[in-house]
Each structure stands twice: as C-alpha cells, then as structure tokens.
C-alpha cells in the first residue's frame, strides 16, 4: 500500500523559514516523480512544486520561486520542500503527492501558518 | 497556463438521483504525445484529496462503478449515476497535459438536499 507521510509543518513568523518532509512508503520512491500541492483554509487545490527522478530537475510555481526548494533523498524515501521567506499567503495544508503526469497518491497533510 | 472552470460550483442533489460535474479547460488537453491527461479528484470533509479518474474515463482501482469520466479537447464530465451519501465532498479536475504548472478547477461541492 502506497503510503505518503508529511511532517514538519507549523506556526512560523511572516519571513520565517520552514522544512518539510514527506516519508514515502509502499511503491520504489526512485522510479517517480513527487510533488507538493497545497490547500489554503476553505480554498482549493494549488500546485507547488515537484522534482524529476534524480533531483537535478525541478519546477515551482510562480508564486513561490526563488523562495521555496523541493528536493529528495532516494537513499531514504524522502521529498522536502524548503520554504523561506514565508508570507500569510503561504499558509496551507501542503500536501506530498507522487506524480502520474499529476499528482496521483497524496498524504494526509501538513499545515503551515505563517502569522505574528 | 492552462485555466480549468468547474460549473456548478456547487451541487445539491438527491439520494439516489445521478450528478454531473463539468471541467472547460482553456485549451485543447490532447498532449503532444497523443494522450488527454485530465484526472478527477475526490476530497471528502477533512480528507486529503483521492484521485478517481485518469485519463478523462478510467477509474482507479476501488472506485465505485457508479462514477464515470468523459469528454475530449477542452470539455470534460465527471458524472455519479446514483449519488450515495458517502459521496459528499467536493470535486476536482486537474490536467496534467501543459506542464508547467500542473492546474486545478476552482472544485465543485456536491451536497445532499
């Protein structure tokens, strides 16, 4: 069974930095692509950002580039997602997803709040 | 990017009564490859997201038979032939076809009258 566990998110200042990470379980962790979308209070599904098979390829949507990193650890089942320079517009539910050409499987979540 | 509109954004039907979801997309969804990657996600209260559709019409492995995809180009269906309780929530398209970004309808919440 596919299994998607994100850890690591809370509360954090306006301009904070925050890291998440996604343990993954249950399929080979190196033969897919992963994602994170995230999901603000009461809103929809936004895509955040994913990474290709071996890391050295990786895609953000515009709002968070030059802010946020995603990057993975084969060796340990692992996606991450680096944020810094947090603003209110950052709080979510950011969710880890393995990626089908789109998400497919996803985790229960993680929620990050970016407040004073 | 690609702009994907849900219409109803919301739902309210009848037990046992079937439901129709559409997703207009701004632009064909027919990949350069020859496939159409528009999926379905279901999210039911303080769930994550569950995918049900792939590819306009195949479902995923233990979806109800009662769900069923269709469409082509830009205009796509998620329809439910006879909506159980258990199928309140709300509603996703996504298309996977133009990348990047990856993007979602605004989701459509289906209810019981």
């Known amino acids: 069974e596919v299994q998607l566990v994100e850890s690591g998110g809370g509360l954090v200042q306006p301009g904070g930095s925050l890291r998440l990470s996604c343990a993954a379980s249950?399929?080979?962790?190196?033969?897919?692509?992963m994602s994170w979308v995230r999901q603000a209070p009461g809103k929809g599904l936004e895509w955040v950002a994913n990474?290709?098979?071996?890391?050295?390829?990786?895609y953000y949507v515009d709002s968070v580039k030059g802010r946020f990193t995603i990057s993975r650890d084969n060796a340990k089942n692992s996606l991450y997602l680096q944020m810094n320079s947090l603003r209110a517009e950052d709080t979510a539910m950011y969710y880890c997803?393995?990626?089908?050409?789109?998400?497919?499987?996803w985790g229960q979540g993680t929620l990050v709040t970016v407040s004073s | 990017d690609v702009v994907l509109t849900q219409s109803p954004l919301s739902l309210p039907v009848t037990l046992g009564q079937p439901a129709s979801i559409s997703c207009r997309s701004s632009?064909?969804?027919?990949?350069?490859?020859?496939?159409?990657?528009l999926k379905w996600f279901q999210q039911r209260p303080g769930q994550s997201p569950r995918r049900l559709i792939y590819?306009?019409?195949n479902r995923d492995s233990g979806v109800p038979d009662r769900f069923s995809g269709s469409g082509s180009g830009t205009n796509f269906t998620l329809t439910i032939s006879r909506v159980e309780a258990e199928d309140v929530g709300v509603y996703y398209c996504?298309?996977?076809?133009?990348?990047?970004?990856?993007?979602f309808g605004q989701g459509t919440k289906v209810e019981i009258k």
């Open positions: 632009q064909s969804l027919v990949n350069s490859n020859g496939n159409t990657y």
């Open positions: 990474i290709n098979l071996d890391g050295n390829e990786k």
């Open positions: 590819r306009v019409s």
């Open positions: 997803a393995r990626d089908d050409w789109g998400p497919d499987c």
């Open positions: 249950g399929f080979t962790f190196s033969d897919h692509w």
């Open positions: 996504m298309q996977g076809s133009h990348f990047p970004p990856w993007t």
